[in-house]
């Protein structure tokens, strides 16, 4: 059953330096407030999974939280590459990060494979792609009705999944509505997990199929408001692109980049995201 | 009516746009892609269905998105579905007829590189990765690529296949099992490409107004094949412009809104 905690308590309890840890978010809802509780609680050695690591993956990487990254697409969506991935990729700066690269197909199956409780997904890509040359979790497997040949990925089950929702009630049920990406695949995958939401309600007021996590499908639930900027929450805030294009110069030097992360995040608090999303308020 | 003073890349982009019908699904890659399939939406086919990999299908954006999971794609979505269930039901099933991509390098038979420049353990420049183009090229029932051309781009040899195109050209799709029909149309700030029927090499078939082939060869870093039957590109219509840079002008004031984030 989920419990309500503060994030410091929330990533304290279920963040461990050596864990497979996944921050989901397809563009909308990207949890950026837990993942700078985990760089202020000087979390290590994560192995880090997302399909579309971008800036707050970039911040991890670049603190020197990351042993080993499992990802589909690295970059700043519509800005350009990720300055610290690259740095560490190309230059081992603060240290050299393993890679293990799929393509949004195979991630997104081996999440739902993870949820599913089965060891792998099987799905038809990677045709002719050298991903599966320098990759070896990239395989096959036969249909035994058909004869034909699948690509075949190992089933993603992350230690902990941090997520960011509109809202939760007060028994701890989760929605999540607007592009609601791999979310609920990555909770429904993982051991535990952990939910910032923008706000507490006694009704969730949900459609009959709207995308709700159960109370007891969660572990932690905690009330950080603008928690997911300068990603955005569908009906709450809109997308800070000038944020995301600010973050490409920033980010473009080690000094600049150690300067902004100690002001914003190290000497911040989950706090701080309330005012950082009140000129972006809908809008959306 | 047609206008004669347009840019190279307003050209690119509404040249790109003519190819889309109004009966096609498209999966829409970002950047390029995103701006030429809005553009066909906005004049000649405005019941195209657009689908962006974030799981929005049937979006119909104001301006364009700098993300591929802006919130105004979903706001204007027909219906948002999970990633999964893209990938799986949508692009996997055998649901969209063209995928429109972009590239950071292509090779003469359309193969992509999105992924590293250099070796893959040692890259001299790590690019973002594949994202759904390794099955966006070969799920969708064919695939439209555009890209300012330059000699760093269009290459001999691409240094990683992230996403395959005709391979070594002639039968390589067919031999690897591939059904789909893969890269059946290229279009540049400076021609119109499609792939030779027999070898798959990409062919100018049109240059746009003002380009010579000493332009073309220039910018490419193979030697270009020219169709016997050379074609000059219609100009943009007046029509075109104002709709691409309408869009352009929304697209930026709306991206440099808000105060310039100190805080990402």
């Known amino acids: 059953m989920a419990q309500f905690m503060t994030l410091p308590e929330a990533v ?8 497979t840890a996944a921050f989901e978010g397809f563009t909308h809802l990207i949890p950026h407030a837990s993942a700078h509780e985990a760089i202020r609680q000087g979390i290590k050695d994560l192995t880090l ?10 911040q991890l990487i670049g603190m020197g939280a990351v042993k080993k990254l499992i990802f589909s697409y690295a970059g700043n969506p519509g800005v350009g590459l990720l300055r610290r991935l690259r740095d560490s990729v190309e230059n081992g700066w603060p240290h050299a990060i393993e890679i293990e690269e799929h393509s949004h197909a195979a991630m997104a199956n081996a999440y739902e494979a993870g949820a599913a409780g089965l060891p792998f997904a099987a799905f ?8 599966a040359r320098v990759n070896p979790n990239i395989r096959s497997v036969t249909c035994p009705f058909t004869g034909e040949e699948l690509a075949a990925v190992p089933a993603i089950r992350p230690d902990v999944t941090f997520i960011h929702a509109q809202k939760a009630d007060r028994k701890g049920n989760v929605l999540i509505e607007g592009i609601v990406g791999v979310q609920k ?21 949900a459609h009959p199929n709207a995308c709700v996590l159960p109370g007891w499908a969660v572990t932690a639930i905690c009330l950080v408001p603008g928690g997911a900027h300068p990603s955005y929450a569908h009906g709450y805030y809109s997308r800070d692109n000038a944020s995301y294009i600010a973050w490409d110069k920033i980010a473009a030097e080690r000094d600049t980049f150690l300067a902004w992360m100690k002001e914003n995040v190290l000497d911040a608090r989950p706090e701080d995201f309330a005012d950082r999303i009140k000129h972006l308020r809908s809008a959306a | 009516m047609s206008e004669t003073d347009f840019t190279s890349n307003e050209m690119m982009t509404i040249a790109a746009s003519r190819a889309l019908k109004n009966t096609d699904v498209c999966f829409v890659g ?7 399939c809005n553009i066909a939406r906005l004049t000649h086919a405005p019941d195209v269905t657009l689908i962006y990999e974030s799981g929005t ?18 706001d204007t979505a027909v219906t948002t579905v999970s990633v999964p269930e893209m990938f799986r039901y949508w692009l996997q099933g055998g649901r969209v007829t063209v995928g429109f991509l972009g590239a950071a390098q292509i ?24 994202g759904g183009a390794p099955e966006i090229a070969s799920s969708c029932g064919e695939i439209f690529i555009t890209l300012k051309q330059s000699k760093r781009a269009m290459v001999d040899k691409i240094d990683f296949f992230t996403s395959f195109g005709h391979g070594e050209g002639r039968d390589h799709r067919q031999r690897l099992g591939i059904t789909t029909k893969g890269p059946t149309l290229m279009v540049t700030d400076l021609a119109v490409w499609k792939p030779d029927p027999v070898t798959r090499e990409f062919t100018v078939v049109s240059m746009h107004p003002g380009v010579t082939r000493e332009m073309v060869q220039a910018e490419c870093g193979w030697t270009v094949r020219f169709a016997d039957k050379l074609e000059e590109t219609p100009a943009p219509t007046g029509i075109e412009l104002s709709t691409l840079r309408d869009l352009n002008a929304r697209t930026k004031a709306a991206h440099s809104g808000g105060k310039t984030g100190e805080a990402a």
């Open chain 1, 12 to 19: 304290a309890q279920n963040l461990n330096s050596g864990d």
């Open chain 1, 49 to 58: 999974v997302r399909m579309t690591p971008d800036v707050v993956y970039d």
């Open chain 1, 124 to 131: 038809r890509g990677y045709k002719g792609a050298e991903l």
């Open chain 1, 185 to 205: 695949e990555a909770v429904l995958a993982a051991k535990r997990s952990v939910v910032t939401v923008e706000e507490i309600v006694d009704d969730l007021d």
């Open chain 2, 30 to 36: 970002i950047g390029a892609p995103s701006a030429a």
């Open chain 2, 57 to 74: 299908i049937g979006t119909a954006p104001q301006v364009l998105p700098l993300s591929i999971g802006d919130g105004e794609l979903c």
């Open chain 2, 107 to 130: 090779d003469r038979f359309g193969n992509i590189n999105t992924t590293v420049i250099g070796d893959y353990d040692h890259p001299k420049t790590r690019l973002p990765g594949g």
